[in-house]
């Protein structure tokens, strides 16, 4: 495989295993999938970048002629699949080959969630975690932000500072592919954030002070970004989860955007202004989370209509 396709690669195992909370298994699995569908292609003349939907149903006939299970097929779909939608997402193509093709009988699953009581536990957690003050304080901003906007946890940790500077009730956030969205602040996550800018802007003052560069982030880092990795976010998450009582394996980044779009649709929001505030670029992306829906219904019903309750 070329140089690029080693890059496309490891990025996304990265993201995967930063924004999703991918075990070390899966992550290997499909990079031994994905190793095989690249080394595919290059035998084909073709790459990631320049493969067409043809070429992803030509791969599974060739898997197929292998003799490869119907679950390890399902599998390499799944990741061919993902790989494209992360690089559709990060700006690399503007399309998703696999996305339109019918997989051999694995069924799509819902995405993890948590509960209100579940979410409220997890603030609670993250008040009360932190060595110092001020990173009790920053734990408490990233936990509201993140669960009042949606934001994916790149978009999270690269915020800049401006765009939290005052007290904005809505702020921008740049998401993938540079694409520019504005998404509304809570109270409780207004509140948050105002506590934190105070302390943030404290230290940025002494650390010019001692003749070192501000950051121009709204959360720091040590590192060559300037910001928060998503790592150290990631890290972070599994320790309010285990403050807070709960299963570490099922609280990620994801799990919390997946609770954000949950919670407005049991709500009463709209699919549209949904996808709108997750900056989904198609709105079936979207879709998956009116399984919410159905279980609101089937409540109304048992609760509400005059048989069921006779019943």
Not at 20 to 47: C, E, H, I, P, Q
Not at 113 to 123: F, K, N
Not at 174 to 188: A, D, F, N, Q, Y
Request: net charge positive.
């Amino acid at each position: 495989m070329s140089a690029e396709q080693d890059r496309w690669i490891s990025t996304f195992l990265e993201a995967q295993a930063a924004e999703l909370g991918a075990a070390r298994n899966t992550r290997l699995a499909y990079g031994r999938d994905l190793v095989d569908f690249g080394g595919w292609l290059g035998r084909a003349g073709k790459s990631f970048a320049l493969a067409e939907r043809g070429d992803v149903e030509q791969y599974l006939i060739y898997c197929e002629a292998q003799g490869l299970s119907k679950a390890t097929r399902a599998r390499r779909l799944s990741a061919i699949r993902q790989l494209y939608r992360f690089a559709f997402e990060e700006g690399w193509r503007k399309d998703n080959p696999g996305m339109r093709i019918k997989g051999p009988g694995r069924s799509a699953k819902l995405p993890k969630t948590l509960d209100l009581p579940q979410i409220e536990a997890l603030i609670a957690a993250a008040r009360e975690s932190g060595r110092s003050p001020a990173d009790t304080t920053r734990n408490r901003c990233l936990i509201e932000l993140i669960y009042a906007t949606g934001m994916r946890v790149s978009e999270l940790v690269e915020l800049p500072a401006t765009a939290a500077r005052g007290a904005p009730a809505m702020i921008l956030v740049r998401g993938k592919g540079g694409k520019e969205r504005m998404v509304p602040l809570s109270s409780p996550a207004r509140a948050a954030l105002a506590d934190w800018l105070v302390l943030r802007d404290a230290a940025d003052e002494a650390a010019q002070a001692a003749g070192k560069k501000p950051s121009r982030f709204l959360f720091p880092g040590r590192g060559a970004a300037g910001h928060m990795t998503r790592q150290q976010f990631f890290v972070l998450l599994k320790s309010f989860a285990l403050h807070a009582g709960l299963d570490p394996a099922q609280v990620t980044p994801h799990t919390l955007r997946h609770a954000f779009a949950t919670h407005l649709l049991a709500g009463g929001a709209d699919l549209r202004v949904i996808q709108t505030l997750l900056g989904h670029a198609d709105l079936s992306s979207t879709e998956i989370y009116t399984h919410v829906l159905d279980e609101h219904l089937k409540a109304l019903v048992l609760n509400h209509h005059p048989l069921a309750r006779k019943a």
